[in-house]
């Protein structure tokens, strides 16, 4: 969820008060309460909260955090990274425990502005929760099946971010944190390619340096351009393209182009 949340108590970026489960979920959502039980993700919870994280701001009067302002239930491999702020019973990642559990789950103790939280979570400094230092130390998640490192190397990353869910849709995650890189696009045209009427379709290979086969974009008879893109690639390559038409009978080779992406 992203936008702006606000209310009295129960107030949560994706959900106010839960009794059920809340698993591989985020909010960008800032999230204002009025008087108690304000949280970046869940105002109040009593089921279970897991694979989950915010970055939203919070604010509220009591029992405000910035992932669950008030836990009687579970929270665990979760974190939260926005400010947070109130005047009783304020948490970075959890405001009040009341008799729940909180497990293998982390804040950002300098982007919240908070130094502690109910439950046991463990804060860590923004550089020790971004890129390659994450699996390090937030060595509770599960990197291998459910999340994802952010690297300063990945091609669709302006720099290393927060871990992201495995999932759910990458680049609408790398945005939410700001760190996302439109990936190089090339358009391919051959309307000027003369061709038969027993063509079905064309055949776009493509690849760095040469034709890599196994990477393959088909488009129907009445295309003339198309537009490819690959994360792989980054400015300076020189990316070769073949436009092969085909029918039933097969395809037909054509000459090989390629172009520097400078």
């Not at 959900?15 to 039980?37: E, F, L």
């Amino acid at each position: 969820s992203n936008g702006s949340v606000s209310g009295n108590e129960y107030v949560g970026g994706l959900v106010g008060s839960n009794d059920g489960s809340v698993s591989s979920s985020y909010s960008t959502v800032d999230v204002a309460g009025s008087i108690s039980s304000v949280g970046g993700l869940v105002g109040y919870n009593e089921g279970s909260v897991s694979d989950s994280f915010s970055n939203g701001s919070v604010s509220g009067d009591g029992n405000v955090a910035g992932l669950v302002g008030s836990n009687g239930g579970s929270v665990e491999y979760s974190f939260s990274t926005g400010s947070v702020t109130g005047d009783s019973d304020v948490g970075s990642l959890v405001g009040d425990n009341f008799g729940g559990s909180v497990s293998g789950s982390y804040w950002d103790n300098q982007s919240s502005g908070q130094s502690s939280s109910d439950g046991s979570a463990t804060g860590l400094t923004t550089s020790e929760m971004q890129g390659n230092s994450a699996e390090t130390n937030m060595d509770d998640f599960g990197f291998s099946s459910n999340w994802t490192s952010v690297l300063a190397s990945d091609s669709d990353a302006s720099a290393g971010g927060y871990p992201i869910l495995q999932s759910l849709d990458r680049s609408a995650q790398l945005k939410a944190q700001g760190v996302y890189e439109e990936p190089i696009s090339l358009t391919v045209d051959w309307s000027s390619y003369s061709s038969s009427t027993n063509v079905d379709g064309f055949r776009i290979y493509y690849g760095v340096d040469s034709i890599d086969e196994s990477n393959m974009v088909e488009v129907s008879s009445s295309a003339d351009s198309e537009q490819i893109s690959d994360n792989s690639w980054s400015t300076g390559d020189n990316v070769c393209v073949e436009i092969r038409p085909f029918n039933s009978n097969g395809e037909a080779s054509s000459d090989e182009q390629c172009v520097n992406l400078s």
